[in-house]
T-cell receptor
Framework: DGGITQSPKYLFRKEGQNVTLSCEQN?????MYWYRQDPGQGLRLIYY???????QKGDIAEGYSVSREKKESFPLTVTSAQKNPTAFYLC????????????FGQGTRLTVV | AQKVTQAQTEISVVEKEDVTLDCVYE???????LFWYKQPPSGELVFLIR??????QNEISGRYSWNFQKSTSSFNFTITASQVVDSAVYFC???????????????FGRGTQLTVWP
């Protein structure tokens, strides 16, 4: 079945560590996105990518990094510079960048311990 | 600046009641899209509807209906005869073309937690 797979579902990080969240899609979509969700805050855009080897910062990119080496993969690294990384992270993709009807993964819940 | 406001943080209804979720948006663009998504407890966002700014026709899909009014910048969502399975967080979102690129992006409201009691 086609879809977006995020892994792991739950992730625990010690303070000062970098962690990488995986996002893989087999929908052949060009555009991919990373969002962060905090309680009562809705979803905020971290990074997005229209094509391979190209990506742009969203509204809250500080403390995060991404790569887009393959069309189907868009991993997100949460670096130690991100001061409050505990959140729910959602990856999305779309084949219509001008009016994105985005398909979302099931999310990764990151907790700093 | 683009902005989506969902003033209702939480709504509780009893099964079979009708419920309307409000969404008000702000944009300077003339071309944009509006969306509703459902987020069940599993966490994944489920697409419900997309409407472009030139199509104000209301839409009905089963128990769901949407009312788009440009004059009031609103895109409200009504669930008729609600069911327990409708319990979820519902997000309204707006998209437009990102400045300087051809890539659209979504702006989300904060969501409305709907609880339907049996």
């Amino acid at each position: 079945d086609g879809g977006i797979t995020q892994s792991p579902k739950y992730l625990f990080r010690k303070e000062g560590q970098n962690v990488t969240l995986s996002c893989e899609q087999n929908l052949n979509h060009d555009a991919m996105y990373w969002y962060r969700q905090d309680p009562g805050q809705g979803l905020r855009l971290i990074y997005y990518s229209q094509i391979v080897n190209d990506f742009q910062k969203g509204d809250i990119a500080e403390g995060y990094s991404v790569s887009r080496e393959k069309k189907e993969s868009f991993p997100l690294t949460v670096t130690s510079a991100q001061k409050n990384p505990t959140a729910f992270y959602l990856c999305a993709s779309t084949d219509d960048p001008q009016g994105p009807e985005a398909f979302f993964g099931q999310g990764t819940r990151l907790t700093v311990v | 600046a683009q902005k989506v406001t969902q003033a209702q943080t939480e709504i509780s209804v009893v099964e079979k009641e009708d419920v309307t979720l409000d969404c008000v948006y702000e944009t300077r663009d003339t071309t944009y899209y509006l969306f509703w998504y459902k987020q069940p407890p599993s966490g994944e966002l489920v697409f419900l509807i997309r409407r472009n700014s030139f199509d104000e026709q209301n839409e009905i899909s089963g128990r769901y209906s949407w009312n788009f009014q440009k004059s009031t910048s609103s895109f409200n969502f009504t669930i008729t005869a609600s069911q327990v399975v409708d319990s979820a967080v519902y997000f309204c979102a707006l998209s437009d073309l990102d400045r300087g690129s051809t890539l659209g992006r979504l702006y989300f409201g904060r969501g409305t937690q709907l609880t339907v009691w049996p």
